[in-house]
Every structure is written in structure tokens, then in C-alpha cells.
């Protein structure tokens, strides 16, 4: 069984910085994608940003431009740069991977950022 392990979540101020990272248990072979959401207190589930096989990226409108996300293919990570960040970007960040041809799909347990205005 794979698990994803988040780090990096803190404490920052606004229009600070945060790196989380996404590590896997054991090599993930044919990702098809990683993903980072988002949980806010009494809010739904969002998705932040996306990262296909081949690098293509995806992002949330209210994100764009202040997130990068990457992955490192070899050792099945991924991480969320998170620049400029905003109150309103407080939240638990969960990584995603979707795997293979049946979209297997696999969660962390979720780290939490909190931005002080």
C-alpha cells in the first residue's frame, strides 16, 4: 500500500513563503497526475494545482501566479511552492496521485498552512 506524506505546512505572514513537499512510501510507477488541494474550516475541498506525467501544469484561478507546482518523476514527489501567500490561502493542503490506466488514486494525510494577516 502507497502513502503520501505532506511537509512543509507553518505558521507565515502574509506575503511570506511556504515549500510543501509530497513523498511517497515506495516508488509510484505511470502517475498520471499530482495533485495539491485544499481544505479551508467549513469550506469544500478544492483542487490548487495539478502536475501531468509530462509536466504540463494546471492551477486554480485564485492561485495562479504565486503557486508553482513540480514533481520529481524519479522519486515519485511533488512539491507546491507557494508564494505571496494570503490569509485566505489558510488551510490543510492534501496531495493526490492518480495512477494508472483504472485512476487509482492515492491521498496524504494533509498539512496544515495558516496565514496571519
Known amino acids: 500500500q502507497v502513502q503520501l506524506v505532506e511537509s512543509g505546512g507553518d505558521l507565515v505572514q502574509a506575503g511570506g513563503s511556504l515549500r510543501l513537499s509530497c513523498a511517497a512510501s515506495?516508488?509510484?510507477?505511470?502517475?498520471?497526475?499530482m495533485r495539491w488541494y485544499r481544505q479551508a474550516p467549513g469550506k469544500q475541498r478544492e483542487l490548487v494545482a495539478s502536475?501531468?506525467?509530462?509536466?504540463?501544469?494546471n492551477y486554480a484561478d485564485s492561485v495562479r501566479g504565486r503557486f508553482t507546482i513540480s514533481r520529481d518523476t524519479a522519486e515519485s514527489t511533488a512539491y507546491l511552492q507557494m508564494n505571496s501567500l494570503k490569509p485566505e490561502d489558510t488551510a490543510v493542503y492534501y496531495c493526490?496521485?492518480?495512477?494508472?490506466?483504472?485512476?487509482?488514486?492515492?491521498w496524504g494525510q494533509g498539512t496544515q498552512v495558516t496565514v496571519s494577516s
Open positions: 515506495k516508488t509510484i510507477f505511470s502517475i498520471n497526475y
Open positions: 502536475v501531468t506525467n509530462a509536466g504540463t501544469t
Open positions: 493526490n496521485a492518480d495512477v494508472g490506466p483504472a485512476r487509482w488514486e492515492y
